[in-house]
Structures are given as structure tokens and as C-alpha cells.
């Protein structure tokens, strides 16, 4: 995955609380063999409706959402990742989330931003008040700001999914820190035989 260090946008808010992982991407979209084009399906249920606030043109190109609290709970598709990110979203920002979707954000590259309660219905309120405002997430300093409106709160991350998503290490990227290490390793390991098993014909011989 990319490194990130700062993200940069307008945001959109989501105003609803408890949405899960189905409400995401519904599961006849699971059916699919690429980890690509999923953002078709983010909240298809609710985009139906022309009223559904990611309908609206004034968020159009949004890469930060703003959410309720327990975003992201249900079941531990990683899709539902999959499909912010190929929509274009880059942090979630919300009071509380699924413990399975905040791992698989990590992983990802999808910054996982969490405030009290009070400062993201502040956020929502200063997106909605002026749409174009621009939002900053920043991975380094922990903190979320809207510098129009002098606006900036902090958030915590643990030092590994900070570290993970400011070096781009997936689970991959994190193995690949020690190759010299299993390298040394493979070189002086003995590969195991069948040797002594089994006799020339295929059957279990004493050994």
C-alpha cells in the first residue's frame, strides 16, 4: 500500500449511527474476484435515493467522511475497506468503530481518525455550513483541522498503525522488514526428504 503521511479534501458527512459493514457494501457485491471497482457498491442500497447525501453535488469528490458513532461494525469483510477507498474516500473520521473495520482500515491505507462525539457533530456542522471548507487529516501529527475555521482536534493511533500507514507497510511490507533475516534463515535450513519413509514402490517402510 502508498504511505500517508497527509490527507487533503473536502469531507462529507454521513449522519447516521451504527452503520455496518452490510450497509457498506451489501453482500451481493462479495461475489466479486478483484479487489477493484467496489466503489460502485458503497451504500448502493441508500444511493437509490436522490435525497442520500453522496448524491448530492456539492460533496462531489469528497475523499473524507465524516460518520456516526460505531461505524463500520458487522461482520469483518475486508470489501467494505475495498469499497471506500475505490470510491475515493481516504480517512473516516467518527466518534467509535468496529473493531474488525479499524484493523482492516490499518492494513489497507484507510486512515481511521476517532474524536469524542461533541467534536465530530462540530465537524459536521462546519461542513455543512460551507461545503467547499477544506479538511486535513494528518497521519504524522495525529490531528484533524479545518484551517479556514481554526478548527484542529487530536486523535490517537497506536505507534504501530501509525507507523504502518506512514511507511505503507501492509502485512507484506511488514514480513519484508526482515528478508535479510529469512534469507540467512532459508540458506542454512535443511529441506526435509522422504528419505528412509518410503520404499521404491510407495509403501511405509521401518525406519
Not at 148 to 172: K, P, S, V, Y
Request: net charge negative; with cysteine; hydrophobic share 40%.
Amino acid at each position: 500500500m502508498k504511505a500517508v503521511h497527509v490527507i487533503e479534501g473536502r469531507a462529507v458527512a454521513l449522519e447516521r449511527s451504527d452503520v455496518d459493514t452490510d450497509q457498506i457494501i451489501p453482500s451481493e457485491w462479495l461475489k466479486r474476484v478483484e479487489r477493484t471497482g467496489f466503489g460502485r457498491g458503497l451504500f448502493s442500497e441508500w444511493r437509490d435515493d436522490p435525497s442520500f447525501v453522496l448524491n448530492d453535488p456539492r460533496y462531489s469528490g469528497a475523499h473524507i467522511l465524516i460518520a456516526g458513532p460505531r461505524f463500520g461494525t458487522g461482520s469483518s469483510r475486508e470489501h467494505a475497506v475495498w469499497a471506500l477507498m475505490d470510491y475515493g474516500f481516504e480517512a473516516v473520521v467518527a466518534p467509535s468503530f468496529g473493531d474488525i473495520f479499524r484493523n482492516n482500515s490499518s492494513k489497507q491505507g484507510l486512515v481511521i481518525a476517532q474524536l469524542g462525539a461533541e467534536d465530530v457533530d462540530e465537524l459536521v456542522g462546519l461542513i455543512k455550513d460551507d461545503p467547499t471548507r477544506l479538511v486535513v487529516v494528518d497521519v504524522e501529527k495525529c490531528q484533524v483541522e479545518v484551517p479556514a475555521a481554526g478548527w484542529t482536534r487530536h486523535f490517537e493511533l497506536d505507534a504501530m498503525t501509525r507507523e504502518r500507514l506512514l511507511n505503507g507497510w501492509d502485512d507484506i511490507g511488514l514480513t519484508l522488514r526482515h528478508e535479510d533475516e529469512i534469507a540467512s534463515y532459508e540458506s542454512r535450513a535443511t529441506t526435509p526428504t522422504l528419505t528412509g519413509i518410503f520404499d521404491g514402490h510407495g509403501h511405509v517402510v521401518a525406519r
